[in-house]
């Protein structure tokens, strides 16, 4: 079993910066395919962003030019660096893993591994 912990979350100002972090215990993940998505009130939960063993990333269009994901793969853990943020951004953001796809899934029931959440909250 994978664990997944997300950390980083916060309230900022519009136009400014968060980074958020994932850590991953139980199993190295290095290999798994990796993702955020976040969940605002009284919405479904959104693909954010993906990232596969390669390096490879698939972003939304409403984050694109403004997120970054990463991973460090000593670490086994995933960030997400936010930058411009913007109000609609508000959501609680979750980290998710997956051994059984190898390319850039945007589908929540293809994540098996979640994270309980970080909020973040950006003000107008």
């Known amino acids: 079993q994978v664990q997944l912990v997300e950390s980083g979350g916060g309230l900022v100002q519009a136009g400014g910066s968060l980074r958020l972090s994932c850590a991953a215990s139980?199993?190295?993940?290095?290999?798994?395919?990796m993702a955020w998505f976040r969940q605002a009130p009284g919405k479904e939960r959104e693909f954010v962003v993906a990232?596969?063993?390669?390096?490879?990333?698939a972003y939304a269009d409403s984050v694109k030019g403004r997120f970054t994901v990463s991973r460090d793969n000593a670490k086994n853990t995933l960030y997400l660096q936010m930058n411009s943020l913007k109000p609609e951004d508000t959501a609680l953001y979750y980290c998710?893993?997956?051994?059984?796809?190898?390319?850039?899934?945007?589908?929540?029931?293809?994540?098996?591994?979640w994270g309980q959440g970080t909020q973040v909250t950006v003000s107008s």
């Open positions: 139980g199993r190295t993940v290095s290999t798994y395919a």
């Open positions: 990232i596969v063993w390669s390096g490879s990333t």
């Open positions: 998710a893993a997956s051994q059984r796809v190898s390319y850039l899934s945007r589908r929540r029931d293809e994540y098996p591994y």
